[in-house]
């Protein structure tokens, strides 16, 4: 993330850097208990960020001074981790958790404005590793257990969910890799099952299954395209209304990693092998 010039990375080793986007002169660094895998977020004058040890931490833009953390419940049989990132929306900051819960905290304080959970029947597999979307009143989350959910951003009543299920892959955890959107349509990727398309009122407009299977990852909206990798898939180029595959790659080892697409439609995807490759999607 890249704020007033200055890049704010997280690390595997728990580490938050602030960076001179120019000079690459680092300005300042904290210290958290987990790795830092997903993208900070910028809120006044706040970066705040989560990582694998269920914490959400709120830190100074401009000193890295600690400002204030949450601590979310992590199941003591939890074992697999992954995390979900933040999304802020005015006053309020969203984020998921392990033991299934979706949480929306004060931004001044970081005190729970309200907790929902997820996970449905299920005590397996509940984690909330997706990124929340908000659109306009609403907030759009997952977990591995319960599918989609559309909730009030206010208040984190459920107002509908969308399950993840196929009796070709009962097995399946449903695992979802991230959520994009448009405004107008939800983007998601589910492990073994494939990309679904759902507009805002819960109902699926499209699903694309997956080649191969494997683990997603977070797709991308750019124009009217919709770009997404699976672990052992490759990558899709496809339209976003339809669904229709338009372009495909397969580097041969496939893409575990989320694609990146700047403004202007170059996009960059990294292969398992670690092979960086850049297209152009004009």
Same mark, same amino acid.
């Given at each position: 993330m890249v704020v007033a010039g200055v890049l704010y990375? &997280? !690390? !595997?080793?728990g580490t938050l =850097?602030?960076?001179?986007?120019? $000079? @690459?002169?680092?300005?300042?660094?904290?210290?958290?208990? &987990?790795?830092?895998?997903?993208?900070?977020?910028? $809120? @006044?004058? =706040?970066?705040?960020f989560s990582n694998e040890a269920d914490q959400v931490v709120a830190v100074d833009a401009v000193t890295g001074k600690f400002k204030w953390q949450f601590k979310g419940e992590t199941p003591e049989e939890y074992t697999l981790r992954g995390h979900a990132g933040v999304a802020v929306d005015n006053e309020l900051i969203y984020s998921g958790f392990s033991n299934g819960t979706l949480v929306a905290l004060r931004k001044e304080t970081g005190t729970p404005a309200w907790s929902t959970s997820l996970k449905g029947d299920a005590d397996r597999f509940v984690d909330v590793d997706a990124t929340p979307v908000v659109v306009g009143e609403r907030v759009y989350a997952s977990s591995s257990s319960g599918g989609v959910y559309a909730l009030d951003k206010t208040t984190g009543l459920i107002r509908w969910r969308v399950p993840f299920y196929d009796v070709a892959q009962p097995s399946s955890t449903g695992n979802v890799g991230g959520i994009a959107t448009d405004g107008k349509t939800l983007y998601v990727s589910v492990a073994d099952l494939g990309t679904y398309a759902i507009d805002l009122a819960g109902n699926v407009l499209w699903r694309v299954g997956a080649k191969d299977g494997g683990e997603p990852a977070a797709p991308v909206v750019w124009n009217e395209l919709l770009v997404y990798s699976l672990a052992r898939d490759g990558m899709f180029i496809a339209d976003r209304r339809t669904g229709e595959t338009l372009e495909y790659f397969d580097p041969g080892d496939g893409t575990s990693s989320s694609p990146t697409v700047t403004g202007d439609g170059r996009l960059f995807v990294m292969s398992n092998r670690g092979i960086l490759y850049a297209f152009d999607l004009e």
């Open positions: 990375i &997280g !690390a !595997a080793d =850097l602030a960076v001179d986007a120019q $000079t @690459g002169v680092e300005k300042w660094r904290y210290q958290s208990r &987990g790795p830092i895998e997903q993208s900070p977020a910028a $809120t @006044g004058d =706040l970066v705040v």
